[in-house]
């Protein structure tokens, strides 16, 4: 085969990333929403859906690790998204497979060669304000300060506005059920992926975990979207995933922005039609739209 | 000093009741919210108030049980509620003191005699979808249906509307700063507590904390309220404090739905202005105001 190369192939191998061996993943369905007979106010029933919650216990290499609350929309990611977000496996070529089985509810993840000192490193449990997926393994901020975020990545104002107009129009498990959170990443203002779980945590996870399976994303910059406040274990989190901008409808914590600061993160807040609260490193914002402009636009 | 008493003073000794040892608690203090400097949406730098979240790491009896991240409102109360809730101790009596320092961070927990195999109950870890307070040590459901909730006990539907009422026109923090969480405890429609933190499941947490500290309630029906969804360790910890009903502004997912249909717990949510679902046991609910007439009143 060698032999009938040209030179031009052997630079396309060269410069190819090194191909990554990919983990073999079930694709599991769940229903999302289940429909149930409430009585309302006026005292008559009525028939609405709610949000299925399920649990789902991880096995790693045969041993129990963690059970997660999901609706269960993208198991797989999930699982794969929590070993990555809680600094348990270093990469997707650490994964030989994810099989979940909502049967019995469970996610068995076997590894290529184990997860160096598990139990030591999953030993100390931090309670976090999160919604969802509230706990994490000790240890996470210790990361914290090897994390560089692109020192040039910018988001116009006019870009923010159409994310936050996409999120609006996006059909979801929350304009029929309710009481779910969404994540969402984009590229500049291109939707990539859009999540939904009963807990943001959750979400998130799922989408780190949609992230490291993929190839390159297009060129542009990263922006994460939640509905879910803006917490230090979202930050952090975010910041892991190389995303220099984070944005939520609702409002940050006092460790959030800490975080957020430190990393270099811009992090928007209450981003609700033309408005928002920018708290942390505003240089990464181009004021582009004055809101009256853009309101009138 | 027996010699002294009559029959009445007997009788009065026989029906009061137990004695219990109470521990002993520091009163530590924190504010609850810091000023930020944002910019908004113009570019223009303002002044907003943020939840100041901090993080409170528990020891029991010098051995490392958790991390909470809280508002700091009541953190001894917090602690309290949370080792109660989490079934690691069966009574305020086995507590002999809970010392917080926000200096380090620390509360400190000493146990009359120990917490029996601590090692082993707190082995399992769930990561459960509420907001804050994730994680719940395995077992929680074991011991669900030994709950029996009063089986008479109801609530009028303008009672129900005095309660939303009251938390509408409640001072808190989510006013000035948002993104916390708020619970609080009702008998009949007479508020008792209200707490918030960053978690709704800290709320909770602290005001069982605080339901074990006081003697017996006024006589009445025991009502909690919270702002968050009404999902399994919700409806799990309301029904282990003996609450037949459970109000939110949010919705319900299955599995709290399930435990509330399971234990006879009457759960309204998307309790607003004049509106509700009961989502469970609407015989627990008794309707004395058609929304009409109340809207009119």
Known sequence: MLARMNLADLQDIASAPVAVQRPRLTQAKADLTREVTVVDESGRPRSIRIPAERDLTVYVDKRELVTLMTLGAHPEWLVL???LNQRLVGGVHEIESITVDWDVGAAAV???SGIDRIEERTARRVVTTGCGQGSVFGGL?????????PPQAQLRQSQLYDIVNTIRLHDSTYKTAGSVHACALFVDERL??????????NAVDTIAGWMALQGPLPVGEKVFYTTGRLTSEMVIKSAQMGV???????????????????????????????????FSHPQRIVFDAVPAEAGAA
Do not use: N
């Not at 990539?192 to 945590?201: N, S, T």
């Not at 901008?245 to 609700?272: F, K, P």
């Open 141 to 149: 901020m210790d990361d914290v300060d090897r994390i560089v975020l």
């Open 81 to 83: 998204g929590y070993l």
């Open 192 to 201: 990539q992926l859009f999540v939904e779980d009963v807990g943001r945590h």
């Open 244 to 278: 220099p901008v984070v944005i939520s409808r609702s409002g940050i914590t006092e460790m959030g922005l800490h975080v957020a600061q430190r990393v270099g993160l811009c992090a928007i807040g209450r981003a609700t039609h033309k408005r928002f609260f920018c």
């Open 110 to 112: 076997v590894t290529r």
